[in-house]
């Protein structure tokens, strides 16, 4: 709270003492006027009604509450910007078109009662909206009869100078930069095409191909917006941010959840340093069977497909049988797929793919050994839990989906998490 005079009598200087002065203006002329000509300069009071933008600031909230932006097309923001030059423009001819009515109907010999004696008042507001809007560039039969008439025509010329000139040069670099894009995007639909019919790309797959790489660019901007709005944060901020948001999802697995409740610290670690956000599109196949697996994956947000068999040949297909020979399983939000990555070497034994837009986080083995290793509790209960998954691999074949392949296997590595304390003495059960 700032209460130096000095100070706050400088602040005002810079911000609304010009403005408090326009407004306040009308209102002394009106009082010092001495005679009829001058008394008539009273009737530009109706301008005060242009404080209540200033009523409005007051109410404004403080940039660091108001909500980041949620439009992340380049194309969108430039027409919404056109839309708000044009809404602003309007709002000030409107303005100027009351201020000149105001002005006209105060003398018997003003524009009103020369060319709208007998009309209406929506056609005096329109001939008044017509001469405002006359001033940015074009003439009206309208013109001032009087002093006070031809004051106000001075005025409201000077600032259509100012806002055509400001009006004119963002509408065209906005219009510029719409053309950019459209130029970019022209060029981008042409090389795809090119590369099509260069390589005899099939039509099914050149459609896949299109509508991935223009999903992908939709969502360039807002994955950028975030990286550079995490980039502004210290680390130890950053850390709190992606432990919130990523614990909640990797604690739907008994063996983090552990960690979240045992080992906090290890696992605010995982977020930070281990785990990464992948974003899929629709019609994605994040791997297949026999591919080596070197990460763990968690369901985001979105739905995939998992299926465990083999692709039936093309004149299987052409016959009308289904694309695959094995059940399709359905899998969802918080849920965890290919944990065995992170104990055993392990080769995927299904596809999965994506039924809708999606979002997965992926904890690679590497990073998850590193980190695990830093911290000696909670790596004797990662080896206990190794061991017990070791142990059930040995007797039952896994899937890359253990809770959806066998709930009872699911089950049974759950209980283990009830783990033993590690032993006085320090020994590694492994």
Known sequence: LVTNRRIIAEQYARTWLAFDLLMLLPEWLGHLASNDLFSSLSTMRTIRIIRIFRIAASFQAPSD??????????????????????????????FVACSWYAVGVTSANGWVARWTEDAGIPLRYLMAMHWALAQFSSSTEVHPCNLPERAFAVMAVLLALILASTFVGSITNMMLEILTLQTEHTRYQRALRNFFKCYKISSPLAMRMRTYIQAVRDGETRDEYQKKMLQLLPCHMLADVLEEARTPILSSHSFFLMLRTHHPQTLRTLCHDSVVQVPVQLGDVIFSRGDACNRMLFVDRGI??????????????????????GPCTVVGKRTAISEASL?????????LSAASDSDL?????????????LYEKALVHACQYAQKFFTLHSEHNLSDLLEEFDPFIAADLGCSMAFQPPSQSGAWPC
């Open 65 to 94: 509450l108001q909500e980041p932006p949620r439009v992340y097309s380049n194309f969108a923001v430039l027409i919404i910007g056109i839309i708000r030059f044009v809404m602003c423009l309007l709002l000030t001819t409107h």
């Open 304 to 325: 995939l497909e998992y299926r465990i068999g083999e692709r039936r040949t093309l004149r299987e297909q052409t016959l009308g049988q289904l694309y695959w020979r």
């Open 343 to 351: 104990w055993l070497v392990w080769d995927n034994v299904g596809e």
């Open 361 to 373: 986080l992926a904890l690679y083995t590497g990073e998850f050994a590193r980190v695990i290793m």
